[in-house]
């Protein structure tokens, strides 16, 4: 059936956190359409960092395939390689603009960050300057959330190795204590940008071997190394060497991603069999520890909230978002860290 769908605007974004899940459309044609029809962003400075992907190709101008349509700013294409983007010559233009409000970036895979500085002198982390492997930079303001208490930078990136440095109002160099990173919900491309691939220098340079707490005697996992948790709430076991386990720059530490960051390790897949083992996993300890429950379902945390409306089009699909899939699998749960289960 042929139904029709209307692309708008909604004033409730106008803090660059956005509203929750992004929209998820699957298998749209055009048919009949003015090419002027399709999804574009006005001139306004509110759409600085509006984007849309189109994974299937077919939201863009005709002659692309799958990429982003984006606001014309340079933080958003910055970093992309030259001559991915493309202006929408349907899109308008104004004073500031005047080859296009909108570019489409073709094959782009991008995903959207925030940065934000720690330190006792907080309020002096007015300016972010973020290089890439190649050289490429961009200096941005602080411009998210509530401005009047938080310093957070947020920006549209795609995948590669970031360098940051942060800059007071008179463009004086300031260094953190500590730099949270979160990446937002992830693209249907793969080569998006993560976490680990961002470092900074902060105040102090991570804690030698020598300067490490003596370690328990072996009777718990992690004895001798930092527990730590991803962001999904895997609980993790970094080595002693890297003297914290995850953070901004953790693949820069010693022992390197496998064992210092958080993220690669819960990808990993490799639980702790010994109490000595580290770069692994821990072992939950309760039915569904590293998921999320409705009922006696167990999803995986990367959905977010099991069951319910639109969960085949969370991260992890219908097989590990939806109770009625989970269900009709018959998988029963047999390790406490099992996911996509019914709990017995």
């Known amino acids: 059936s042929v139904r029709s769908m209307e692309f708008y ?17 699957t298998g749209v044609t055009y048919e009949n359409s003015w090419e002027s029809t399709k999804p574009y ?18 939201l863009g101008p005709n002659a692309y395939g799958p990429g982003f349509i984006v606001a014309n700013r340079n933080k958003m294409m910055t970093f992309l390689p030259d001559g991915t983007c493309h202006p929408i010559m349907y899109s308008g233009s104004d004073e500031d603009q005047p080859d296009g409000c909108s570019f489409f970036c073709e094959n782009a895979c991008l995903r959207s960050v925030e940065v934000e500085p720690i ?17 490429k930079s961009y200096t941005m303001n602080y411009n998210g959330r509530n401005r009047n208490t938080e310093k957070i930078f947020f920006t549209v990136l ?3 190795q970031y360098t940051g440095t942060f800059y007071d109002g008179n463009n004086i160099e300031v260094t953190p204590d500590y730099v949270n990173v979160v990446a937002h919900d992830l693209p249907k491309c793969n080569d998006y940008v993560t976490e680990d691939m961002f470092y900074f220098e902060l105040t102090s340079e991570a804690p030698s071997e020598s300067s490490a707490p003596t370690p328990s ?6 004895y001798d190394g930092f527990e730590g948790e991803h962001y999904l709430g895997v609980k993790v076991c970094c080595a002693s060497s890297c003297g914290q386990c995850g953070g901004s720059g953790c693949q820069n530490l010693p022992g390197g991603s496998s064992n210092c960051c958080t993220g690669t390790i819960s990808s990993s897949g ?17 039915w569904c520890e590293y998921g999320v429950t409705y009922g006696s379902i167990c999803c995986a945390a990367s959905c977010g909230t099991c069951g319910g409306s639109g969960c ?3 991260s992890g699909g219908g097989s590990n978002c939806c109770g009625g899939s989970i269900s ?4 029963i749960c047999e390790e406490y860290s099992d996911i996509a289960c019914a709990i017995p």
């Open 270 to 286: 490799n639980v702790c069999s010994d109490f000595a083992d580290v770069g692994c996993i821990m072992p939950a300890t309760q």
């Open 328 to 331: 009709s699998s018959g998988k």
């Open 41 to 58: 962003f006005g001139c306004a400075w509110v759409h600085q960092h509006d984007y849309l992907e189109d994974h299937e190709g077919v």
């Open 9 to 25: 605007f909604d004033e409730r974004n106008w803090n660059e956190r956005g509203m929750g899940d992004p929209m998820v459309a």
């Open 217 to 222: 005697p072996p009777d718990s996992y992690c």
């Open 312 to 314: 085949s089009s969370r």
């Open 119 to 135: 330190g006792d002198d907080g309020h002096t982390f007015q300016k972010m300057k973020l290089t890439n492997q190649d050289g």
């Open 158 to 160: 795609p995948a590669g």
